[in-house]
């Protein structure tokens, strides 16, 4: 005969342990919609401002995340000599370039094109460093 409580606390363990799944994976949904929406909300033209595309995400971010795979890239050129990886770190951050040129010239403002010169000069300054 088995004894009811262990298989009570075995099932216990069970629910907890299917819980605490289920709360991470929410955990992790939660973090890709909050993604989703900051994509969404930059490349809409009524819920981010141009300004803060160009100084917030393009200017501080998205330099800071260009330097920071760049020299990651040149570290790991110094330490391994592998050319592959070192291209594939460089470039990681391309994606993410190329869609903040796209939302910057998807606004409509007066100074469109003086914006786009700025965006596609950024966009070179950051393939080549």
């Given amino acids: 005969?088995?004894?009811?409580?262990?298989?009570?606390?075995?099932?216990?363990?069970?629910?907890?342990?299917?819980?605490?799944?289920?709360?991470?994976n929410l955990q992790k949904?939660?973090?890709?919609?909050?993604?989703?929406?900051?994509?969404?909300?930059?490349?809409?033209t009524h819920q981010t401002s141009l300004r803060s595309i160009i100084i917030n995400d393009m200017l501080i971010m998205g330099t800071a995340i260009?330097?920071?795979?760049?020299?990651?890239?040149l570290t790991v050129?110094?330490?391994?000599?592998?050319a592959i990886l070192t291209t594939l770190i460089h470039t990681l951050p391309l994606p993410y370039n190329i869609f903040l040129v796209i939302a910057v010239s998807r606004r409509e403002c007066e100074h469109k094109s003086l914006l786009i010169s700025?965006?596609?000069?950024?966009?070179?300054?950051?393939?080549i460093f």
Avoid at 33 to 44: A, C, E, G, P, Y
Avoid at 118 to 127: D, E, G, Q, R, S
């Fill in 66 to 73: 260009n330097l920071t795979a760049s020299s990651l890239a």
């Fill in 1 to 24: 005969m088995v004894n009811i409580s262990i298989v009570g606390s075995f099932l216990i363990k069970i629910k907890k342990d299917t819980i605490m799944f289920i709360e991470y």
């Fill in 29 to 44: 949904i939660e973090m890709f919609v909050k993604l989703i929406q900051f994509f969404r909300s930059r490349l809409n």
């Fill in 77 to 82: 050129m110094i330490q391994t000599d592998n």
């Fill in 118 to 127: 700025i965006a596609a000069l950024w966009f070179m300054l950051m393939i």
